[in-house]
């Protein structure tokens, strides 16, 4: 695929004026302020009351599943509804996604165990895939550079908002009755559909197929070989990522899903490669071959899809970090309630507030956004290590002032890559690169809770034994101590001295998990300063 760095043609449709532009603006922050509001409160809510949850169940052991199992799906149907939002249209791929999140919502509201649990956050995670891309690509549509950079600020401002009392609002579902975590997404969902059909039924296509094409025809332009591929090569991977973060790295049945996944990984790859090829030459029809691959393989080699890629990947390992791991140093190590720990969060939304507010109006001035995204790029890594030393030395002002950084960072690489993608691609490959971008971001967060959990298991183990080794406690209390780190409410039962080893160990585990993330956030630092700078949209036109 080849990229031109020149102006895009205006539509051949009437320019609308001002308050046109305003009132289509103010439809699309209602439409999408529910959806969004509630995959942010989702995250934020549960990640607060994970502990609590499993410990119900007596699983801290596994309490990463609830996390992992909802970012999973979320994450490999991502690219999905991209394709699904170009075939059928914004509006519908929206609903499907509401209605997806609204069964597996119910399922968790009323699992009595964790599989149920964990089936109920697999179905509501691929709901929420569609509505993190949804939103992002109905903005994305607009192809003046102001209007754009306005909606992605309001989206941002969205997120702050969850972010902010999401923690707060977990932590006193948690208090009350953890099972009100997923009972509140009904009703919301609800009013979210009603507000989708009054204003973006007719939210125009892009990529539409010609006018009279029937379903059947759209459903033949799926690419359900690319998605089977995707998808199951995508699952292997992050199964393969859960179960080594619980288990030992050499067991035969993580290294045989791994091996699987990166295999069918590959055969979608070329998979894609065999479309975009078929589709560029002379072919003929096919009934059950997609007319257009599901990811065009040619972006792969697009620079500013790769940089973009590798830094959202490494933002989404630290924010969904953060949002877990937060919660649970503060919950485990500072023995804070759930509401208590959700106020901590509180820190990272004014951090996040003043990021897209620099952010917005850099990007208005400059008329670019590499110079945001490199700085918010290099904030990340410092981020993670101050509060992993903040951590370590349980200073809890500091982590205060820490975790409104790591919100600075996102604050500023949220928008400023969004734009980036935006403005160097044409307009009917939006769809296409925001859902790819939203997958690595998710994919981030997977990769980044199985390793953060794997680090903080093990380091806190390490910790216990070495105080075996060196005899300061018996092994019975040890034995004790590492029994009891499946159930927050078995470490709170522990004798006064066994529970302060504990609290030692997680801490110790919990720096250790946040230090891991540095050489990934590092990596998509350096990279941002080969974005490019010059960005194609449409001049205003009066």
Known sequence: MTKEKVALAPDEQPVPTKKERRLRIIKLAVSLMLPVFLETLDQTVVATAQTRIASQFNSLGEQQWIGTAYLLTATVFLPIFGSIADIFGRYWALQLATLLFIIGSAICTGAQNMIPLIIGRALSGIGAGGLTTLARIILNDSGNLKDNNTQTAILSLLYAIGYAVGPVIGGGLATANWRWCFAINLPCCVLGMLASYFFLRHHPNPAAPPPGTTAIQKLQKIDYVGAFLFVSGGVLIILGLSWGSQEEWNEPRVIAVFVVGGVLVILFYLWERFLERRVAGPHKEVAWLAEQPMIPAALFKDLDVIATSVIIFGGGMLMFGMFYFVSTYFIIVQGYSQIRAGLVLLAFTPGLGVGVMISRRVILVTKQAKYVCVVGAFLAPIGAGLTGMAMQNGNTTEL????????????????????????????????????????????????????????????????????????????????????????????????????????????????????????????????????SRHLMFEEPQN
Not at 424 to 437: F, I, K, M, P, R
Not at 448 to 454: F, P, S, T, Y
Not at 460 to 468: G, K, P, V
Not at 490 to 500: A, K, S, T, Y
């Open 400 to 531: 205060y002032v820490f975790t409104a950084i790591v919100g600075l960072s996102c604050g500023l690489v949220i928008p400023s890559t969004a734009i980036q993608l935006r403005f160097t691609h044409q307009s009917d490959e939006v769809a296409t690169v925001v859902a790819l971008s939203m997958f690595f971001r998710t994919m981030g967060g997977t990769v980044g809770l199985a390793q953060m959990g794997a680090v903080l298991n093990a380091k806190a183990r390490d910790s216990l034994l070495a105080a075996a080794y060196l005899g300061q406690y018996t092994a019975q209390e040890i034995g004790e101590a590492i029994a009891a780190l499946v159930s927050q409410d078995l470490i709170q039962g522990l004798p006064e001295h066994v529970l302060n080893l504990v609290r030692s160990s997680m801490s110790n585990g919990v720096y250790w998990s946040f230090i891991s993330l540095i050489p990934w956030v590092g990596v998509g630092a350096l990279i941002s300063l080969f974005m």
